[in-house]
């Protein structure tokens, strides 16, 4: 188990390896990438069989009293500072260790970033074959997985922090892979920015512990949390510059605007942000740092109406979208939204259950998109309107694809119905009634979108673009065929099934355990709500017995609103147009004006002016100087003789 | 016997025209002959004060007549050091007028 920090270490080796010799590598450096990552995987096995084994009496076991759950950690000092004996003052010691953490939230989440990203690069030998930059691809998928890998392992704030600026930089260099084109060139450039600003509130948030508990280990701040070291004050300000971070990782909103843009990528990297890295970064941070938000019951109502606008608001615009991919995209910051409202409503473990299985399933999703990009031959955007009766050229394509459409559409025994229900359960027992209203409208959007998508691409009638479809490569299919049997499988580990597992709750939870909880009232009207959104789009779409052109025209100036996207990237626009440009003008105004002319260029003009003044005396000739010796020889004569007399 | 003030008059005299000469005249090798000439009024001087000067507290006539024999080896050297120069600037530059070698103007 002290080996499982090996797990990142193997594609952090690979990146510098494919980036310097890829040019005398097989494959550009691909089977590298794959061989690292596929080593992380195998290590990942190791290390849940042997923490599967381990009790609290194991080394560096222990079962924490915060989380309640088996937590191991292995570190080992990083640097020291004023160590006692040189500084007086021994609280100003400086002791930074780096090492990991290994718990089950740790666990599961290696587990689905190591086999998507597998997957994923899997498929893209396929997808990226013929790419000018191929080998870079991988360079930059492996350090993408790397840092994403030691996001999940970090023991301490710092170490986390920095793998979470590394995921940072690796989505901006592979959204904006293809930069010769301007659309991913800008779509880089905006994620970077926006979920830049949530980091500056996570930077902010952890200095912000560290000068109240003196450690950026996460062990000693939740500890400090608990025991009332931390005012109340204090713990819901560190929760809310946390949560600022996690906004901007998990696009929530108003920093939602960059995740649609960054399908610009490659359609995997779509998948891999999408799924397994990334977006899940900042759900996972709300989820590891949870003794902090649960200590404040303010920062968890604030987790939850955040999580709630964001996943009602995103529904709503994928419903509205042409675009495949954005409609995915929006999908996912709706789910996003779905694991953030759960966390706000105590239900961690629900959360964390549907970011796994929303993870299979998206990632499913969007390499089905992939697929689908390959088979019609469209790069970039696939138009849901020119695109349609895809199933009878793509078959296996239809197939997972809707097994992903299903599960993320909440369709019974599937594994998006288990984990939504739960969520859904989370909230009613939790918070106040609006909540699960409005949970409960988004889990009816939801899957009202995937049904759109589903039946218009493949089960419609056939669009101009897919004549020519044709299916994609064994490769590919293959992939999506292993993540659809864990979009339909993967719900059934949540059960109590007779034995010695006690089901997903039983392995990951917060405070204590928790079996598998059933509403037969909520789980039955979702039922009823995700089958009826299904029937509901199929008689508008196939059957094309059921008009909505009427209520189109009646819903118009609604539609128009939520068509664009609640104008929330309009409003940016305006913000930096009229507010910052304003004030950067002005502020480089005082800039040139003031500190330029003034206070630089003054001195030098000074000097200058005074030196063309001077050097009138350098005439260059000899005797005018022998002039000026002798003259002042003459000069000291006459002062010395003055003096004797 | 003379007395000294004449030899120093003669001095101080030979010493003005060189400074003059020094000061005044354009063509470099004028210059370095001015130089000699002012060396020279050195030379006069010392050796006039040491022969006034003989006998009297710890000098006596060799001092004087010493450092003049330096100052004419050293005078020799720097004319050949000077006219080397002078050599290589006309070489240089065509001419031998300090007017016209001004790179050192601001």
Known sequence: ?645 | MVPLLYFQLLGAALFGIGLYGVLARRSAVLIVLSIELMLNAVNINLIAAASYLNGIGRFDAFDGQIIAIFVITVAAAEVGLAFAIILRMYRNRGTVNVDEINLLKW
């Open chain 1, 1 to 645: 188990m002290p080996l499982a920090f090996l797990i990142p270490v193997f594609s952090f080796l690979a990146c510098p390896l494919i980036i310097l010799f890829q040019r005398w590598l097989p494959g550009r450096g691909a089977p590298l990438a794959i061989l690292a990552i596929g080593g992380g995987f195998v290590v990942w096995v190791l290390t849940t069989i042997s923490f599967l084994g381990a009790s609290p009496a194991s080394p560096g076991c222990d079962v924490s009293g915060i989380t309640g759950a088996l937590t191991c950690h292995f570190s080992t000092t990083w640097f020291e500072a004023g160590i006692p004996g040189v500084v007086a003052d021994v609280d100003q010691a400086i002791h930074l260790d780096w090492g990991i953490i290994i718990d089950p939230l740790t666990i599961v989440l290696l587990g689905l970033i190591t086999f998507v990203a597998v997957g994923v690069q899997l498929y893209s030998l396929e997808y990226m074959k013929g790419d000018p930059r191929f080998g870079w691809y991988f360079a930059w998928q492996a350090l993408f997985v790397a840092s994403m890998l030691t996001l999940a392992l970090a023991d301490n704030f710092l170490l986390l922090y920095i793998a979470w600026e590394l995921v940072g930089l690796c989505s901006y260099l592979l959204i904006g892979f293809w930069f010769e084109n301007p659309g991913p060139r800008e779509a880089a450039k905006k994620a970077f920015v926006v979920t830049r600003i949530g980091d500056v509130g996570l930077l902010v948030g952890i200095l912000l512990l560290w000068l109240n508990v003196g450690s950026f280990s996460m062990t000693e701040a939740f500890a400090a949390v608990e025991s009332g070291v931390l005012s109340e004050g204090t713990t819901l300000a560190v929760a809310i510059l946390l949560f600022l971070g996690a906004m901007g990782k998990s696009a929530q909103f108003p920093f939602h605007v960059w995740l649609p843009d960054a399908m610009e990528g490659p359609t995997p990297v779509s998948a891999l942000i999408h799924a397994a890295t990334m977006v899940i970064a900042g759900v996972y941070l709300v989820a590891r740092a949870y003794p902090i938000f649960a200590a404040s019951p303010e920062a968890l109502l604030i987790v939850a109406s955040v999580g709630m606008v964001t996943a009602l608001g995103a529904a709503t615009i994928a419903l509205v979208s042409t675009d495949l991919k954005r409609i995915l995209a929006y999908s996912t910051i709706s789910h996003l939204g779905l694991m953030m409202l759960s966390l706000g409503a105590l239900g961690w473990t629900a959360a964390v259950f549907h970011l796994m299985a929303h993870g299979f399933a998206k990632a499913l999703l969007f390499l089905g998109a992939g697929s689908v990009m390959h088979g019609v031959g469209a790069h970039g955007d696939v138009d849901i309107r020119r695109v349609g009766g895809l199933r009878r050229a793509m078959p296996l394509t239809a197939v997972v694809f809707s097994i992903g459409a299903l599960s993320l559409g909440g369709i019974p025994i599937l594994s998006g119905f288990w984990s939504k229900d739960e969520i859904l359960l989370a909230v009613s027992d939790h918070l106040p009634m609006i909540f699960i209203v409005l949970a409960m409208l988004t889990a009816f959007l939801s899957a009202l979108y995937m049904a759109r998508a589903m039946f218009i691409v493949f089960f419609g009638p056939e669009g101009e673009d897919s004549h020519h479809a044709h299916e994609s490569p064994f490769l590919m299919t293959g992939v999506m065929s292993v993540l659809a049997v864990l979009a339909v499988g993967f719900g059934w580990i949540s059960f109590n099934w007779p034995g010695a597992f006690g089901g997903f709750g039983s392995f990951v939870f917060y405070d204590h355990a928790e079996g598998f909880h059933f509403n037969i009232v909520l789980a039955g009207l979702s039922i009823v709500l995700a089958v009826g959104a299904f029937v509901l789009v199929w008689l508008i779409y196939v059957r094309r017995s059921v008009s909505i052109e009427s209520w189109q025209t009646r819903l118009a100036p609604v539609l128009r609103v939520v068509g664009n996207r609640y104008y929330v990237d309009e409003a940016y626009q305006w913000v930096i147009d009229r507010v910052i440009l304003t004030v950067s003008a002005g502020l480089a105004f005082f800039d040139r004006a003031v500190v330029n002319d003034v206070g630089i260029n003054g001195p030098a003009d000074v000097v200058r002016k005074a030196g063309v003044a001077l050097r009138l005396h350098v005439t260059g000739h000899v005797y005018s100087y022998a002039l000026v010796v002798a003259l002042g020889v003459i000069a000291l004569a006459i002062f010395w003789w003055l003096r004797s007399v």
